[in-house]
């Protein structure tokens, strides 16, 4: 059974930053490409930022870009996603997504396995 459990989030003032976790069990990680998605209140799911599997080169959304980055290691089975420069809309509940094939994508449907979320607030 696929898991997948992020941690990291929590209260954060304009202008800082966070890192975000997602330790990923249950499937080959190291073939596995990932990405990152954020719900805000009474917004739909949001792509934020996708991490290839062959050569862990990742792509993010223009919201987020040059803020976010998104990041892997294979040998801990974990996801990562840095933000940066933090905005109060950045808040959100982020979730991580293992996809399949070769390349991240940046649709809900390129993803079949979900974390729970964890909570980002920025406050200003």
């Known amino acids: 059974q696929v898991q997948l459990v992020e941690s990291g989030g929590g209260l954060v003032q304009a202008g800082g930053s966070l890192r975000l976790s997602c330790v990923v069990s249950g499937r080959m990680f190291s073939l596995t490409p990932m990405g990152w998605f954020r719900q805000a209140p009474g917004k739909g799911r949001e792509f934020v930022a996708g991490i290839n599997w062959s050569d862990g080169s990742t792509h993010v959304s223009d919201s987020v870009k040059g803020r976010f980055t998104g990041s892997r290691d294979n040998a801990k089975n974990t996801v990562y996603l840095q933000m940066n420069s933090l905005k109060p809309e950045d808040t959100a509940v982020y979730y991580c997504?293992?996809?399949?094939?070769?390349?991240?994508?940046?649709?809900?449907?390129?993803?079949?396995?979900w974390g729970q979320g964890t909570q980002v607030t920025v406050s200003s």
């Open positions: 997504a293992a996809g399949h094939g070769i390349i991240a994508g940046s649709s809900e449907s390129d993803f079949d396995s």
